[in-house]
């Protein structure tokens, strides 16, 4: 029967180990970063292949995004109501649909919803490509493989993630101002002139630079897990599942520096 402190020892060195291991994951991740920064810099991403992941990434998570936003704004709007009543008139809800889809509910959910579907699509075509030795063709071919295949992804979601927030933000609001005028009873001029009056250009602006930052973290996560794959095709779904969850994780802890940076520091006054 093991003894209470060899229990101890064993958790402790356990702890010490995933510690290690969090650092060597970190340093390695870090690593990847500076090559595909050195790689832009030097000599600029591909164009085509930019354009090819903008339109895989962006085109292609379109019609999820807009389904997510369109019933996103609609509980919004029921929930805002339930909250508000006999507290906040509801001439106000327009204005609250608004602040919190731009500056938290689209770039979050937006990021989240692409960051399930762009990730695990990235994570399991370059998984496919390790394991069966394709990126060791290319290096023998003199092909940087980060330029070739990690620049073009990760700009691409960098620039994609702000243009479906945009769109997420509008779809949103719009399913919050469908439901507003048809269930809850605010008129269409009291929705549309609480927008106008509450919105500001910092709100847009903060939610935006979100995007920016969690599509540089989606492309970034599904890349590193994809050229991390061992194992063969048990090894893909493995690289896949963690490409999901390391980028949901640091999306969502991303999202509150940014709130602190922004809203307590930036846009304070």
Not at 167 to 180: E, N, P, Q, R, Y
Not at 218 to 246: L, P, R, Y
């Amino acid at each position: 029967m093991t003894s209470p402190p060899s229990v101890a020892f064993a958790g402790a060195r356990l702890a010490v180990n995933r510690l290690l291991d969090l650092v060597a994951h970190v340093g390695r991740v870090s690593f990847m970063v500076r090559d595909m920064v050195v790689s832009t810099v030097r000599r600029g991403p591909r164009l085509g292949l930019v354009i090819d992941q903008m339109n895989t990434i962006g085109v292609g998570s379109l019609s999820l995004v807009i389904v997510v936003s369109l019933f996103t704004g609609a509980v919004a709007a029921v929930q805002a109501a339930y909250q508000f009543s006999s507290v906040v008139p509801l001439k106000y809800l327009g204005a609250v649909i608004l602040r919190s889809t731009v500056i938290e509910l689209g770039p979050v959910l937006t990021a989240l919803v692409v960051g399930g579907r762009v990730g695990a699509a990235i994570a399991a075509e370059l998984g496919t490509m390790k394991v069966t030795e394709q990126i060791d063709a290319l290096r023998a071919m003199a092909i940087n493989p980060v330029r070739y295949l990690v620049v073009p992804r990760v700009v691409a979601a960098i620039i994609m993630m702000p243009v479906l927030t945009i769109f997420a933000d509008a779809i949103a609001i719009l399913g919050g101002f469908i439901v507003s005028i048809t269930s809850i009873g605010v008129s269409s001029h009291t929705y549309t002139t609480s927008l106008k009056d509450f919105f500001y250009m910092k709100d847009l602006v903060s939610g935006l630079l979100k995007a920016v930052m969690f599509g540089g973290i989606i492309g970034t996560m599904g890349c590193f897990h994809g050229f991390a794959t061992e194992g063969g095709a048990e090894g893909v779904g493995v690289a896949t599942t963690n490409a999901v969850v390391s980028a949901c994780v640091l999306i969502l802890i991303s999202d509150y520096v940014l709130a602190n940076v922004f809203f307590r520091l930036i846009f304070a006054k």
